[in-house]
């Protein structure tokens, strides 16, 4: 099979029925490897809200420091709840010390005390970060 680029391979996918879309996103996992918008794209295609959770579990398993499955996955865990959500962040934070995303949003899932520690603490890792500093003050208004 040829190397196509992941817009190929997703254009294809989505000019097909669910079950054909799978195939191909699949095959493309198959062949060129696991990469993050390829997984995304799988996870989309499922309906069932376990089965999303199951394809992004699976897919961090083998990129396990990508930000954006990891971010997918959280946003999948806050629909059910934010404890835990919480509870996903605590170590993901150790994995990806330096994601303000990651950071932020376990800083908004928290309450307000426990929010103005984490704030408190990314600021120490990461003191360059104007977000992390414009979320903090937005957090103490």
Same mark, same amino acid.
């Given at each position: 099979?040829?190397?196509?680029?992941?817009?190929?391979?997703?254009?294809?996918?989505?000019?097909?029925?669910?079950?054909?879309?799978?195939?191909?996103?699949?095959?493309?996992?198959?062949?060129?490897?696991?990469?993050?918008?390829?997984?995304?794209?799988?996870?989309?295609?499922?309906?069932?809200?376990?089965?999303?959770?199951?394809? @992004?579990?699976?897919? /961090? %398993?083998? $990129? *396990?420091? +990508? !930000?954006? #499955? =990891?971010?997918?996955?959280?946003? &999948?865990?806050?629909?059910?709840?934010?404890?835990?959500?919480?509870?996903? @962040?605590?170590?993901? /934070? %150790?994995? $990806? *010390?330096? +994601? !303000?995303? #990651? =950071?932020?949003?376990?800083?908004? &899932?928290?309450?307000?005390?426990?929010?103005?520690?984490?704030?408190?603490?990314?600021?120490?890792? /990461?003191?360059?970060?104007?977000?992390?500093?414009?979320?903090?003050?937005?957090?103490?208004?």
């Amino acid at each position: 099979m040829c190397d196509l680029p992941d817009a190929v391979r997703l254009e294809a996918a989505r000019l097909h029925n669910n079950g054909g879309a799978k195939a191909i996103l699949a095959n493309a996992a198959q062949h060129v490897g696991q990469t993050t918008n390829i997984c995304l794209a799988a996870a989309d295609f499922e309906h069932d809200i376990k089965a999303k959770k199951r394809a @992004l579990r699976k897919t /961090l %398993e083998h $990129i *396990p420091d +990508s !930000v954006r #499955l =990891r971010k997918d996955t959280i946003d &999948l865990k806050k629909k059910s709840s934010a404890a835990d959500s919480c509870i996903l @962040l605590a170590p993901v /934070l %150790e994995t $990806i *010390p330096l +994601s !303000v995303e #990651l =950071r932020l949003a376990l800083a908004w &899932l928290e309450t307000h005390e426990r929010a103005k520690a984490v704030l408190s603490e990314a600021r120490g890792a /990461l003191p360059t970060s104007h977000e992390l500093w414009t979320d903090t003050a937005h957090l103490l208004e």
